[in-house]
Every structure is written in structure tokens, then in C-alpha cells.
């Protein structure tokens, strides 16, 4: 996810930055009005988080700019606690308003509510580790993945099923297909392989059973 968070108070962005940093994504800080239109008019932003106190313009008037001329989730930060306030920044187009001071996994979660449906499915996080599927593609801690095919649907067969632990038969069967003739052994050598790539905490050996995603990765 591709975030830009505008607050005049670097404390506040610096934190919060560091945050969606830690959960995977893509951050980007403007400390003015100006700055902010300058990076929206430039990147394909995910989301906005904006205050609405700023030192050359009002919030307000940027969350309208971006209503206007993209598809962007806003959401709005202030110390101001007044309905009437709120009520004019959700007339601008914000799509959630939280009021200082708040606590940055707040923001987090209100964040990952407002994303697209349709991203939510098109890509799945373990911690660090972002897999799309559309694209086929993996990222952790920003650096692209390069996965065999073989590998992308070993690793999306179990981010998918986090809970569920995966026989070598059931990974055979569902990655190769019911009728392939495949040494078990290859599956421990996909896993190995997929380690190597990402570490070797993604992925749980089950003793006797198998392998699934290791919950911890998203605590």
C-alpha cells in the first residue's frame, strides 16, 4: 500500500510512517498543503491520512482536491472534537476522521478497512511479506521475491489457508494435479528453496503432518 501521510508535526509523521513501514507498506511525508498536492498529483497513492491543520492551507480544501481529480481514501486528522467539525469534513469527501491524539495501530486498522475490496483480495500479507496474486509477484521488506511457479503456488496454496496444515500428497495434488507422478520429496525441496527466499519463519513444519503458515508471522 502506498500511503501519504500529511501532518505539519514531524513527531506525528514519523511515527506513523514508521508504522505502516513496519507493516510492509510504502510511506511518503509532506509537512505543507503544497508538498502534499505536489506527491498526489505525482504517485498513485493508496491512501491519504491528512491533517487538517496546516500551515498554508486547510486540510479540508486538500481532501476536496483529491475528491475532485482521484479515488484515493482519505482520512482525516485533527485535534478539533466539535460534530459540526466532523460534519464538514465528511461533507469534503474524508472517508474516516480520527481526532488527536490517537494511537498509531488506530490508524492502522481504520486504514486497512478502507481499502478496496478488490485489493484485499488481490493481495494477501504475512508480516513483511506481501504476495499478489494477480501479478504473481512477492515483496518483503519492499524487495521483490523472485519465485518459481512452482514455488508462487506452494507459497499462495498455504497464505491462503493459514490455518490449515498441507500433507506432501495434499501439496502435490493441488500444485501439480491428481494424477501427477511427483517424488514427495520435491515438496521438502519447493519448501527449502522458499526459505531461502523469504526465511525460514514463514513456513511451519508440522512433524508428521506436513507444513502451514506459521501464525507468529502476523503477531
Known amino acids: 500500500?502506498?500511503?501519504?501521510?500529511?501532518?505539519?508535526?514531524e513527531k506525528i509523521t514519523n511515527v506513523l510512517a514508521s508504522y505502516f513501514e513496519e507493516n510492509g507498506d510504502h510511506t511518503w511525508v509532506a509537512?505543507?498543503?503544497?508538498s502534499a498536492i505536489h506527491f498526489i498529483d505525482q504517485i498513485?497513492?493508496?491512501?491519504l491520512i491528512l491533517d487538517l491543520m496546516l500551515p498554508d492551507m486547510a486540510g479540508e480544501d486538500i481532501c476536496q482536491y483529491v475528491k475532485l481529480n482521484y479515488d484515493i481514501p482519505v482520512i482525516m486528522?485533527?485535534?478539533?472534537?466539535?460534530?459540526?467539525?466532523?460534519?464538514?469534513?465528511?461533507?469534503?469527501?474524508a472517508d474516516d476522521y480520527v481526532v488527536k491524539p490517537f494511537h498509531p495501530k488506530e490508524i492502522l486498522i481504520r486504514a486497512?478497512?478502507?481499502?478496496?475490496?478488490s485489493q484485499k483480495k488481490q493481495m494477501i500479507r504475512l508480516?513483511?511479506?506481501?504476495?499478489?496474486?494477480?501479478?504473481?509477484?512477492?515483496?518483503?521488506?519492499?524487495?521483490?521475491i523472485q519465485f518459481t511457479p512452482h514455488e508462487f503456488s506452494l507459497l499462495l496454496l498455504l497464505a491462503e489457508n493459514p490455518k490449515k496444515v498441507f500433507?506432501?500428497?495434499?501439496?502435490?495434488?493441488?500444485?501439480?494435479?491428481?494424477?501427477?507422478?511427483?517424488n514427495l520429496r520435491i515438496v521438502d525441496q519447493h519448501i527449502k528453496n522458499i526459505r531461502?527466499?523469504?526465511?525460514?519463519?514463514?513456513?511451519?513444519?508440522?512433524?508428521g503432518l506436513g507444513y502451514k503458515i506459521n501464525e507468529k508471522v502476523n503477531g
Open 167 to 182: 500433507s506432501r500428497d495434499d501439496i502435490i495434488t493441488k500444485i501439480f494435479g491428481l494424477d501427477s507422478d511427483i
Open 127 to 144: 508480516g513483511q511479506l506481501q504476495l499478489y496474486r494477480d501479478e504473481r509477484k512477492g515483496l518483503i521488506n519492499h524487495r521483490s
Open 77 to 93: 486528522l485533527t485535534a478539533k472534537i466539535s460534530i459540526d467539525d466532523k460534519v464538514k469534513g465528511f461533507k469534503m469527501g
Open 31 to 34: 509537512h505543507t498543503g503544497e
Open 112 to 117: 486497512e478497512r478502507l481499502l478496496p475490496d
Open 1 to 9: 500500500m502506498r500511503v501519504l501521510i500529511v501532518d505539519d508535526e
Open 196 to 207: 531461502k527466499k523469504i526465511g525460514g519463519d514463514y513456513i511451519q513444519t508440522v512433524f
Open 44 to 47: 498513485p497513492f493508496d491512501l
